[in-house]
């Protein structure tokens, strides 16, 4: 891939530097960054769970309103990765799709990029659930310790589809999240472009693979009856191909053909 700023819109010139910069990076280096993605997506279900899973009076009268807490606060995660500069394998999806439909990149890239961010996100998440919640106990009492194994609980008991389809909902909002961006001029504008469709997946109670990667395994360390095979076969996986598709399908590849196609005379 080249580095050369080929079409007029500012938003996929700006897709086209952020994959080239994840090529660019170092083994080691790309694997710290796809870490940090995965442990600031933790620090968002973290406060999620301390917020709207400890508002059970509120939950009791008005359900609508203590999912929204939940989702309010949850964006705080990719709020760091976009600002402060981390690597996520969901917005992977929409940013590697790109170029790769326009030949400016390769398939093998893109599975390198979307592999290594993927792991590293995983390991960043249980590193965040085991050591900085299970060990210093911060949701070990009630009611955060009951709303942590419910959440979990809740995400592993839905057929496959209706798992994947939920996956497809939340990267489609993710991805948009990320487009919209990069099209804002400063931070305050980033945050809000970030803020609104992450607040929305949460609240809708769509499935985002790498907070599972937090939200079941914190769960399983405090107690949940969820096996690991339960944990992989019943969403991690849908939720990843979810994912992928939601990402990669509805925004890469639509937006890559909307705006990057050439006009014929």
């Known amino acids: 891939?080249?580095?050369?700023?080929?079409?007029?819109?500012?938003?996929?010139?700006?897709?086209?530097?952020?994959?080239?910069?994840?090529?660019?990076?170092?083994?080691?280096?790309?694997?710290?960054?796809?870490?940090?993605?995965?442990?600031?997506?933790?620090?968002?279900?973290?406060?999620?769970i301390i917020v709207g899973g400890g508002s059970i009076g509120i939950g009791a009268e008005n359900p609508g309103l203590q999912k929204f807490l939940f989702g309010a606060v949850f964006p705080v995660g990719l709020i760091l990765v976009v600002l402060a500069g981390a690597d996520l394998f969901t917005s992977d999806c929409t940013i590697m799709t790109i170029p790769v439909l326009q030949k400016k990149s390769s398939f093998k890239n893109l599975l390198k990029v979307w592999s290594v961010s993927?792991?590293?996100?995983?390991?960043?998440?249980?590193?965040?659930?085991?050591?900085?919640?299970?060990l210093t106990?911060?949701?070990?009492?009630?009611?955060?310790?009951?709303?942590?194994?419910?959440?979990?609980i809740a995400k592993t008991s839905n057929p496959f589809w209706k798992t994947f389809w939920k996956g497809v909902g939340a990267n489609w909002l993710v991805c948009l999240a990320i487009w919209s961006a990069f099209g804002a001029k400063n931070t305050s504008g980033k945050v809000l472009a970030i803020w609104f469709p992450i607040m929305a997946f949460v609240t809708f109670g769509f499935e985002h693979s790498i907070a599972n990667m937090f939200f079941i395994p914190n769960a399983m360390l405090h107690g949940a009856d969820i096996s690991i095979g339960t944990f992989l076969w019943k969403n991690l996986l849908p939720t990843t191909l979810g994912n992928i598709l939601g990402g990669a399908i509805f925004v890469g590849m639509i937006y890559g053909y909307i705006f990057t196609k050439k006009e014929e005379c």
């Open 1 to 48: 891939m080249t580095d050369q700023k080929i079409y007029e819109n500012p938003i996929i010139n700006e897709v086209y530097t952020n994959a080239l910069k994840k090529e660019k990076f170092s083994l080691n280096k790309f694997i710290l960054l796809s870490i940090l993605g995965g442990a600031f997506v933790a620090f968002g279900c973290i406060l999620a």
């Open 137 to 152: 106990g911060i949701l070990a009492s009630e009611p955060y310790l009951e709303s942590s194994i419910n959440i979990a």
């Open 118 to 134: 993927y792991v590293g996100n995983f390991i960043g998440s249980v590193f965040i659930a085991f050591f900085l919640v299970y």
